[in-house]
């Protein structure tokens, strides 16, 4: 079936978002209704799925505010309330589909975040992502999008871990192997440990665990080297390495010759 692209009235009611789109922000959402201005209105688009749900693809935050505008009886369009003129996309035959156009749509308007990258690119069936999302979850590492405060619980540096993927394809079991590795041994350090989900220091890691498995080694002494060393130690060792060389902390080199030279 052909691809069409229509302009439709579609009920609020039948308009729902997906995982792949971002998150809500009722910042945003205040502002477009606190702001409205019809000259700048830009038509949401949604796509239709064969059971007639409409799925807002872009512009999820414009559907939200016009159902405030509803509720709030400040329905600013010529449609009856409640109905809301949209870019139907007709055609598509998945959610992958849905998924990679969302993440082509963005690309013109405001870039997406790795977070939101990551969902979108499970929806859209991409091996990076399904495998580091399978060895968080098999981990049991939540991913969210910040963090208030530095902690060892939760990831936020996606980035990283998808760094670790690509580096990890030149292993003979993939780039999966490798981040799942890598976070398996990161994990021995304590949750209270606030560099123990450290980007750099997970890249770093990754690093030496990759010689480690090339030169035919295993990794029981990289795991007794976690198990010693606590990941604020090897920070610090990075630092002072980093400053002895006249280079940055913000990249991944201090962190491995940290743990090499600890090893």
């Not at 809301?84 to 035959?93: A, K, N, T």
């Not at 902690?151 to 079991?173: D, E, F, M, Q």
């Not at 080694?217 to 060393?229: D, I, M, Q, S």
């Amino acid at each position: 079936m052909p691809i069409l692209v229509e302009t439709r009235l579609v009920p609020l009611t039948s308009i729902n978002t997906d995982t792949y789109q971002r998150e809500r922000k009722d910042s945003i959402v205040e502002r477009i209704v606190h702001n409205f201005d019809i000259a700048q209105w830009d038509f949401p688009k949604v796509a239709l799925r064969p059971d007639g749900c409409h799925i807002a693809m872009m512009g999820q935050h414009r559907v939200e505010a016009a159902r405030e505008m509803e509720a709030n009886g400040t329905w600013p369009f010529e449609t009856p309330p409640g109905v809301l003129e949209c870019r139907v996309v007709i055609g598509l035959p998945d959610k992958k589909a849905e998924a990679e156009l969302f993440m082509k749509d963005a690309k013109n308007k405001a870039p997406l975040t790795p977070y939101d990258k990551h969902r979108a690119n499970l929806d859209a069936w991409d091996p990076m992502a399904i495998d580091i999302q399978t060895a968080l979850d098999t981990l049991e590492i939540p991913l969210v999008r910040r963090q208030r405060k530095a902690n060892g619980h939760s990831l936020v540096a996606i980035t990283a871990v998808n760094n670790i993927w690509n580096k990890g394809v030149r292993h003979p079991k993939g780039g999966g192997y490798i981040v799942y590795e890598t976070l398996r041994i990161a994990s021995k350090w304590g949750g209270e440990d606030i560099y123990r989900l450290d980007g750099f220091i997970l890249q770093g890691l990754a690093a030496v665990l990759l010689e480690t498995l090339q030169a035919g080694g295993k990794t029981t002494r990289l795991e007794k080297f976690v198990a010693k060393n606590a990941a604020i130690t090897v920070a610090g060792w990075a630092r002072r390495w980093a400053n002895a060389k006249g280079l940055s902390t913000n990249i991944v080199l201090p962190y491995a010759e940290a743990i090499r030279e600890h090893l």
